[in-house]
């Protein structure tokens, strides 16, 4: 996944919070991501439950 920069975009109210939803929602999948491999114990036992 590549860096953005705020200057990449035209500082426009409307896109700012788009840009700040994508972020907060790539935050939250994370977070649920990492609360699921820590339920397994390690990132093996994750995989293997998924891959089944």
Do not use: C, H, P, W
């Not at 975009?9 to 999948?29: A, G, H, P, W, Y």
């Amino acid at each position: 996944m590549n860096n953005v920069t705020l200057s990449e975009f035209n500082t426009d109210d409307e896109k700012l919070r788009v840009v700040n939803r994508i972020i907060d929602n790539q935050n939250m999948i994370e977070g649920k991501l990492l609360q699921l491999i820590a339920k397994e114990r390690s990132v093996d036992a994750y995989n293997k439950k998924v891959d089944k």
